[in-house]
């Protein structure tokens, strides 16, 4: 069976400062994928990121950044200088290589505060 | 930017209607999803779909029935609404498998009253 856990309901931030994003993921395959989507007020999902099980190199993109430690089934998303129109729900995902479908977590919602 | 079209936006409907969520896109791929999802709580895949003619069952049972005639076109049908229907449906496709990223259309908020 796969889960994923992401234990912050919500965040509360003041612009420009940092923060992460905990995802904890549980699955028996040895091959499987990762995403995070973002999901803004307006309701759509908005895809963010897919790594899978063999790379992990952690991946930088603008200001945001993705740590994927196996060790620890971890995959974690920060948000450098945090800005207000970060505002939305994150949703980490978990697909194992045989899965016909994705295993969402509950979500965190990220507030950033002017 | 992906090209997926969920309409309506919003629709406020009395029990026992029957009602039909529609979903499109223009990408040409094979696979769609159908999740249901309650305001700020996690995803149920309820239906999906890997081609024409083809669809299943996801996660959590739902009274709802798809169909999948055209490749672009993945509609939702509840036969009698109920006020336990009352959620967000959001549609999504992908190109490959679901091991890929989906890319999701704005929802349809259903109010059943």
Same mark, same amino acid.
């Given at each position: 069976?796969?889960?994923?856990?992401?234990?912050q309901?919500?965040?509360s931030?003041?612009?420009?400062?940092?923060v992460?994003l905990d995802c /904890? &993921?549980?699955t028996r395959?040895t091959? &499987?994928y !990762?995403f995070?989507y973002?999901q803004?007020p307006? #309701?759509?999902?908005?895809f963010?990121?897919?790594? =899978?099980?063999?790379?992990?190199?952690?991946?930088?993109?603008?200001?945001y950044?993705w =740590?994927? *430690?196996?060790s620890t089934s971890s995959?974690?998303f920060?948000?450098?200088? $945090?800005q /207000?129109?970060?505002?939305?729900v994150?949703?980490?995902? !978990?697909?194992? #290589? $045989?899965?016909r479908q994705?295993?969402?977590?509950s979500g965190?919602?990220l507030t950033v505060l002017? | 930017?992906?090209d997926?079209y969920?309409t309506?936006?919003y629709l406020?409907?009395?029990? #026992?209607?029957?009602i039909? !969520?529609?979903c499109? *896109?223009?990408?040409g791929?094979d696979k769609m999803?159908w @999740?249901q999802?309650?305001?700020?709580?996690e995803l149920?895949?309820?239906? &999906?779909?890997?081609?024409?003619n $083809?669809t299943e069952? #996801?996660?959590?049972?739902s009274e709802?029935?798809?169909s999948?005639?055209?490749?672009?076109?993945?509609?939702l049908? !509840?036969?009698?609404?109920?006020?336990?229907h009352? $959620?967000? &449906?959001?549609?999504?496709?992908?190109?490959y498998?679901a091991t @890929?990223?989906? @890319?999701f259309g704005p929802g349809?908020?259903l109010? /059943?009253?």
């Amino acid at each position: 069976a796969q889960k994923v856990t992401q234990a912050q309901t919500e965040i509360s931030v003041v612009e420009k400062e940092d923060v992460t994003l905990d995802c /904890v &993921y549980e699955t028996r395959d040895t091959t &499987y994928y !990762l995403f995070w989507y973002k999901q803004p007020p307006s #309701g759509e999902l908005v895809f963010l990121i897919r790594r =899978n099980s063999f790379d992990e190199q952690n991946e930088i993109s603008g200001r945001y950044s993705w =740590n994927f *430690q196996k060790s620890t089934s971890s995959f974690n998303f920060t948000i450098t200088a $945090s800005q /207000v129109v970060d505002s939305a729900v994150y949703f980490c995902a !978990l697909a194992s #290589g $045989s899965a016909r479908q994705l295993t969402f977590g509950s979500g965190t919602q990220l507030t950033v505060l002017p | 930017e992906a090209d997926i079209y969920q309409t309506p936006r919003y629709l406020v409907i009395g029990t #026992g209607k029957k009602i039909t !969520l529609e979903c499109s *896109q223009t990408m040409g791929h094979d696979k769609m999803y159908w @999740y249901q999802q309650d305001p700020g709580m996690e995803l149920h895949l309820i239906h &999906y779909s890997y081609g024409v003619n $083809s669809t299943e069952k #996801g996660d959590l049972s739902s009274e709802s029935t798809v169909s999948r005639i055209r490749t672009e076109h993945f509609p939702l049908t !509840l036969e009698s609404a109920r006020p336990s229907h009352t $959620s967000q &449906y959001l549609c999504a496709s992908s190109e490959y498998s679901a091991t @890929y990223e989906q @890319y999701f259309g704005p929802g349809t908020r259903l109010t /059943v009253t």
